[in-house]
C-alpha cells in the first residue's frame, strides 16, 4: 500500500512513495534512491501497521471476507485476515461523513433537510425526516451514527459542503490524507455503488482518526437518544433513535472483560454484515475490531466475538 506525495526542495520537485510495512521495529523512515524518486518507509506512531496477514492460522473458521484486531494502545496488528481486498462499505461510511463533518461543520449548525436529501433508494435506513425538518448538525449526526439515517448522512452534506457531490469530495480528500489508498467514496450514506469501496484496513485507519473526536467517541457509545426538532410547519417533533449496534443493546453478548466501546454496523446486499468496534479490556488497552462482507448478522456477531476473544488479557 503505498501513497504518492510530491515534496518541493530546494532545487527540484522530487516524488516519495510512501508505503506500509511494519518490518522496521522503530517505525521510522528508510529511503532507497532510485534517480528521482524515493520510496520510504514512514510510519506514524500511532498506527497498527501490517502488510500481510497476522495469526490467520490453518483452521480459522471464519467466513466473512475480510476482519482484523487492532490493539491502538500498542500499535500492535493481533489479528489481520484480508484487510487489503477491496470491499463495499454500506454504512460504516458514515464514520467518514462523521469525520467530514466534525472536521469541518459546527454542531450547533441548523440542518434544514431539502427534498434532495431524502431522495433514497426503497429500503433505505433512514430517520424518517421530512422536507423542511430543522435539526442542529449534532442531531443530524445522532441520527447518522445511531439509526444509521441515510437521510440524515444526505442532510449533513448538503449543510456542510452546499451539495452531496462536493461534501463526497471532502471525504475522499480526508481518505487520501489519512494513507486510505483503497477507499473511494461516491456518496455519503454507503448506498451501493461498484466504484465505492474500500478495505478493513483503510476501515480502522479512518475509524481510530474519527476517534480522536470526544464528540463521536459519546454519540457511538449512546444506545438511545432523545430529541426533538422543528418540523417545516414549526411543531416539534419528538424523537427516540435505538443504535444498530447489538453489543450496545444486548442483543450480543460481548466477552466478560471486554467493554464494548461502540462502532458502526453496514448492510447492504452486495456488502453483506459490517461491523467495526472500538471496544477495551480489562488492561485498559483500546482495540479496534472490523468484520467485512459478513453472510448475515448472526455470523457478523458470531465472528466479532471471537475477535474480540483475542483482544482478553
Known amino acids: 500500500m503505498a501513497v504518492l506525495l510530491s515534496v518541493s526542495g530546494c532545487s527540484a520537485q522530487e516524488e516519495l512513495v510512501l508505503s506500509y510495512d511494519n ?33 490467520n492460522e ?20 493481533v489479528y489481520a485476515d484480508n484487510v487489503f481486498e477491496r470491499l463495499y462499505p454500506a454504512s460504516t461510511t458514515k464514520i467518514m461523513t462523521a469525520l ?10 441548523t440542518v434544514t433537510v431539502s427534498a434532495d436529501a431524502l431522495n433514497l433508494e426503497e429500503g433505505s435506513s433512514v430517520c424518517y425526516l421530512k422536507e423542511g425538518d430543522q435539526l442542529t448538525l449534532e442531531q443530524c449526526l445522532y441520527g447518522l ?4 439515517g441515510n437521510d440524515a448522512a ?3 452534506a448538503e449543510t456542510v459542503s452546499g451539495s452531496s457531490d462536493a461534501f463526497v469530495a471532502l471525504m475522499n480528500q480526508e481518505a487520501a490524507a489519512l494513507g486510505a489508498v483503497d477507499t473511494h467514496f461516491v456518496n455519503p450514506s454507503g448506498l451501493h455503488d ?15 482518526e474519527a ?36 453489543y450496545l443493546t444486548k442483543e450480543a453478548d460481548a466477552p ?18 459490517c461491523l467495526i468496534l472500538l471496544s477495551e479490556n480489562a488492561a485498559g488497552e483500546e482495540n479496534i475490531t472490523v468484520v467485512m462482507k459478513s453472510k448475515d448478522k448472526t455470523t457478523l456477531y458470531t465472528e466479532m466475538t471471537e475477535l474480540l476473544n483475542k483482544t482478553v488479557k
Not at 518490518?23 to 534512491?33: E, I, R, W
Not at 483452521?59 to 496488528?77: C, I, L, P, Q
Open 23 to 55: 518490518s522496521s521495529a522503530l517505525y521510522g523512515m528508510a529511503a532507497q534512491d532510485e534517480t528521482a524518486s524515493e520510496t520510504v518507509d514512514f510510519f506514524a506512531s500511532d498506527l497498527c501497521v501490517t502488510d500481510a496477514d497476522v495469526n
Open 211 to 246: 476517534l480522536k473526536n470526544e464528540t463521536f467517541r459519546t454519540i457511538i457509545h449512546t444506545d438511545r437518544y432523545l430529541t426533538a426538532y422543528t418540523s417545516a410547519a414549526g411543531e416539534r417533533i419528538s424523537v427516540t433513535w435505538s443504535t444498530t449496534n447489538q
Open 154 to 156: 444526505n442532510a449533513i
Open 58 to 77: 490453518a483452521g480459522n473458521d471464519f467466513t466473512s471476507a475480510s476482519s482484523g484486531v487492532f490493539d491502538t494502545t500498542t500499535g500492535e496488528v
Open 100 to 109: 467530514v463533518a466534525l472536521k469541518y461543520g459546527n454542531l450547533s449548525d
Open 145 to 148: 451514527l445511531i439509526k444509521s
Open 256 to 273: 466478560k472483560t471486554i467493554t464494548v466501546v461502540g462502532g458502526k454496523t453496514g448492510t447492504t446486499l452486495a456488502a453483506g454484515s
Open 194 to 208: 461498484e466504484n465505492h469501496y474500500t478495505t478493513a484496513y483503510d476501515l480502522y485507519l479512518i475509524f481510530q
